[in-house]
């Protein structure tokens, strides 16, 4: 499995970003996939996750974000995205791109953080 | 949501040393199907993390035998059996029963 993140880069605070993370190795329409990312020296942070069309398509997100961040996909070309608007000083971080595969009964809790995309800088600076 | 609370933060380790990293969680991982819903990571330095033991103490593909989990309902431990030079690097505890997922601290170990 590979993914690769791409899209982060310097911005101001209240500016927007938009991160892809597009994947080889396994079956993305069938994929859920979640963000993940580090602030500089910090510990992992969920940003949030989207299901399979097949389970629904449906998306969750860590409250703070919610409303300001957005996750979608393009099964037509293997590519996860994540929308970030009125961005703050505080989102710089790296971003992980995250594939989710249920290692126990299906549906049954959240699935495990299988693999990880190498990550991409955002860093949000005036 | 869950907090996790990982201890000790900081693990300086022997090579060939035991090593021990607990977990704890603000409410039961433990579901009725029997399964407690607890993962651990290593974020090796300069790398991006990868799952090491799934569901409290299942090893995730290609993870050596050194490495095993155990515990149960809120709390959780990672062993080492006998620690190598590779083994060093940010292991963190990650609650899987649960949206929004919620991870420890981070425990950093050094030889």
């Known amino acids: 499995e590979q993914l690769v993140e791409s899209g982060g880069g310097l911005v101001k605070p209240g500016e927007s970003l938009r991160l892809s993370c597009t994947v080889s190795?396994?079956?993305?329409?069938?994929?859920?996939m979640s963000w993940v990312r580090q602030a500089p020296g910090k510990g992992l942070e969920w940003v949030g996750r989207?299901?399979?069309?097949?389970?629904?398509?449906?998306?969750d997100y860590a409250a703070p974000l919610k409303g300001r961040f957005i996750i979608s996909r393009d099964d037509s070309k293997d590519t996860l995205f994540l929308q970030m608007n009125s961005l703050k000083t505080e989102d710089t971080a790296v971003y992980f791109c995250?594939?989710?595969?249920?290692?126990?009964?299906?549906?049954?809790?959240?699935?495990?953080?299988?693999?990880w995309g190498q990550g991409t800088l955002v860093t949000v600076s005036s | 949501d869950i907090v996790m609370t990982q201890s000790p933060l900081s693990l300086p380790v022997t090579p060939g040393e035991p090593a021990s990293i607990s977990c704890r969680s603000s409410q039961s991982l433990l579901h009725r199907n029997g399964n407690n819903f607890l993962d651990w990571l290593l974020q090796k330095p300069g790398q991006s993390p990868q799952l090491l033991i799934y569901?409290?103490?299942n090893r995730a593909s290609g993870v050596p035998d050194r490495f095993s989990g155990s515990g149960s309902g809120t709390n959780f431990t990672l062993r080492i059996s006998r620690v190598e030079a590779e083994d060093v690097g940010v292991y963190y505890c990650?609650?899987?029963?649960?949206?929004?997922?919620?991870f420890g601290q981070g425990t950093k170990v050094e030889i």
């Open positions: 990650v609650q899987a029963l649960q949206t929004p997922r919620t």
């Open positions: 569901l409290g103490s």
């Open positions: 995250v594939h989710l595969i249920y290692s126990g009964a299906y549906g049954v809790g959240e699935p495990q953080f299988a693999s």
């Open positions: 989207l299901k399979s069309r097949g389970a629904g398509g449906t998306t």
């Open positions: 190795g396994f079956t993305f329409s069938r994929a859920w």
